[in-house]
């Protein structure tokens, strides 16, 4: 015990001890300045996804759009938006009355960005909005982390026509293209 209370080992110790803390903070605290880099509308990545809300009429898919925001008042515009950017790109999640989950129509992602003068022109003119309803009496908003909002809404999609259209366009191929 006497061998511990040196003058010379506590420096040591002391010193050894600040940096070893230093390092674990520096350690935890540095993977979580990307993850502090997500932005709100049309501003980079936007937290939101789609699962089955029910059964539709035919040629319809009813979903639930769950949508992360810094603003309380969300406009139906980006809920309808968003609807069909998740039925184009993510796909929809099983739900309710659902069992399965649906592939997006475009395949993937990345097709907005293969056919990008295509889909900057039709949600820029809000063409999208010809494919999509909105539920009324459905949009729920409560406050989420960060001072954030999760708004919950159900949506009606035309999804065959959205893909005739699409068809049309060449944006994707026809169901009866083959492979």
Do not use: W
């Amino acid at each position: 015990m006497l061998l511990f209370c040196g003058t010379s080992f506590n420096r040591f110790n002391h010193t050894v001890m600040k940096r070893l803390v230093f390092l674990m903070l520096l350690a935890f605290c540095l993977p979580l300045v990307g993850f502090s880099q997500r932005t709100d509308i049309h501003k980079g990545d936007i937290m939101y996804g789609l699962e089955s809300a029910g059964v539709g009429a035919q040629g319809t898919a009813l979903v639930r759009l769950e949508y992360i925001s810094k603003q309380r008042k969300i406009p139906v515009q980006v809920l309808q938006e968003y609807a069909v950017r998740g039925v184009l790109f993510k796909g929809i999640a099983a739900g309710e009355g659902s069992a399965t989950t649906q592939k997006p129509l475009c395949g993937s992602a990345s097709a907005e960005q293969s056919h990008e003068a295509y889909f900057e022109k039709f949600f820029g003119d809000e063409a999208y909005k010809n494919y999509v309803q909105f539920v009324e009496g459905s949009l729920k908003v409560v406050a989420y982390r960060n001072k954030n909002y999760k708004a919950t809404a159900n949506l009606v999609i035309y999804k065959d026509q959205l893909r005739k259209d699409l068809e049309a366009a060449g944006v994707i191929k026809g169901l009866g293209s083959g492979f």
